[in-house]
């Protein structure tokens, strides 16, 4: 195997205990590498997983990932082939196996020959938004030394973009805090306010006992008062001379 790779391999295994503290402080996404595909047989398998494993050093050497073992990643894609049936994993399959590994991003990688020249294609995938964050592709020969190169360029891609990504996000969180502190003040003072108002006091209560209320039966005709000037006698309203204290 080429030495730089074997540098590479053992100098993954500090790197991701680095990286493993960093991802459960918060700081740094995590991200799963499926295995490198091989549409042809340009590649040993060892070579292939060699190139893979120096994929995922590379992305952790500076801390803006946490790479995912690949032996928790090996563990769901053998029980994801024992339910198709197959040696590949389709789309769908490699997004819920990335979410069940808690990850933020996925890289999914293929080497196809061209005449006599390899193509190296790259996804890199958000699984929180579902969404593919950007591809790359890199056209070298097709020994393991021009792909380790053609590596470097796509990694590189994806370091920039993904930097990019992360310094929008923090410059939009202290928006997002200052927006969420201003409806907090306002909603105190809406409370404030509220204990600050004058409670108004009872209207008084009507005597409904009042002599105009009153009703009286004098003889075959009813008179009452319905007010301090409307008398009704007998249906007609001519009555004088009342007993307002009857």
């Known amino acids: 195997m080429n ?26 996404p995590t991200l799963t590498i499926f295995p490198l595909e091989c549409k042809s047989s340009v590649l040993k398998k060892t070579e292939a997983q060699g190139l893979n494993d120096y994929m995922a050093s590379k ?64 996804e890199l995938f958000d699984l929180e938004r579902a969404s593919m964050v950007v591809s790359a ?42 927006q969420s502190s201003q409806a907090e003040k306002l909603d105190n003072k809406t409370v404030q306010a509220q204990h600050t108002q004058p409670t108004p006091s009872p209207a008084p209560a009507q005597d409904v006992s009042t002599k105009a ?11 009452f008062m319905l007010g301090p000037n409307i008398c009704i006698k007998n249906g007609n309203a001519d009555c004088k001379n009342i007993d307002s204290s009857a």
């Open 3 to 28: 030495r730089k790779i074997m540098i590479s391999l053992l100098l993954l295994g500090s790197f991701h205990l680095l990286n493993a503290e960093l991802a459960l402080a918060g700081s740094v």
């Open 59 to 122: 992305l952790s050497e500076n801390g803006l990932f946490h790479v995912i073992p690949n032996d928790e990643l090996r563990k769901l894609l053998s029980r994801e082939k024992k339910r198709s049936y197959g040696e590949s994993i389709d789309e769908k399959s490699r997004i819920e196996i990335g979410k069940e590994l808690k990850a933020r991003y996925s890289i999914y990688s293929k080497i196809t020959k061209v005449g006599s020249q390899c193509l190296l294609m790259s």
């Open 137 to 178: 592709t890199s056209k070298k020969s097709c020994k393991p030394d021009e792909l380790i190169t053609g590596i470097d360029e796509i990694v590189e891609k994806f370091q920039q973009k993904v930097s990019l990504l992360s310094s929008k996000e923090k410059q939009a969180q202290p928006e997002s805090r200052e």
């Open 213 to 223: 209320e009153r009703k009286s039966l004098r003889g075959v005709g009813l008179e």
